[in-house]
């Protein structure tokens, strides 16, 4: 799984550090297209859980899913209190835009690969978003593959979702 994160020769990798509750988790700055403030979302029915809605991003619709739901983590008053911090990432997810509420972003940091080890437990496939574990500073940084964040069915749901919200738009 590494592989796919690490280029040969590379020596380090340039990532965004964000926060869901009290865990860090880092995603590869390259596949991140910009952080915003959040912003007001249309609900879609029968939507999986964990996904809040679609915003309107500069005439893109982009679907929004909340970290703390896709990853189980129950909404406590802490979170709450957090929500100044709180942003959306918009991420490349199978070369769309999907948006990522976390409780904050953090930093930028450069992760040097001799630092980064597999997952210590073997997934389920539906888990797989998990590229690895990277030592930086005294921590430990949750490695996420953001291609695998969302299952193909999710992404199938998410895809009808945009082209329902594309159509509704156009025909306003």
Excluded: C
């Excluded at 029968?46 to 899913?65: A, D, K, Q, T």
């Excluded at 199978?94 to 597999?118: F, H, P, Q, R, W």
């Excluded at 953001?146 to 594309?166: A, E, G, M, V, Y």
């Amino acid at each position: 799984m590494l592989d796919e994160l690490i280029q040969e020769g590379q020596k380090e990798i340039q990532m965004i550090v964000f926060k869901l509750g009290q865990e860090e988790y880092s995603v590869p700055i390259k596949t991140i297209q910009e952080i915003i403030m959040p912003q007001q979302y249309t609900r879609i029915p029968s939507s999986p859980v964990f996904v809040e809605g679609v915003i309107n991003l500069r005439g893109h619709i982009i679907p929004i899913i909340n970290g703390r739901k896709k990853f189980n983590m129950q909404t406590t008053e802490e979170s709450e209190i957090a929500e100044k911090n709180r942003r959306i990432m918009v991420v490349e997810v199978y070369k769309e835009a999907v948006g990522l509420i976390v409780d904050s972003v953090t930093e930028v940091i450069y992760l040097n690969v001799d630092n980064i080890e597999s997952p210590p437990i073997e997934l389920e496939d539906e888990s797989d978003f998990l590229w690895g574990v990277g030592k930086h500073e005294e921590r430990l940084l949750i490695l996420l593959n953001p291609d695998k964040l969302l299952s193909l069915n999710n992404h199938s749901i998410l895809s009808d979702f945009t082209l329902i919200s594309d159509n509704i738009r156009q025909s306003v």
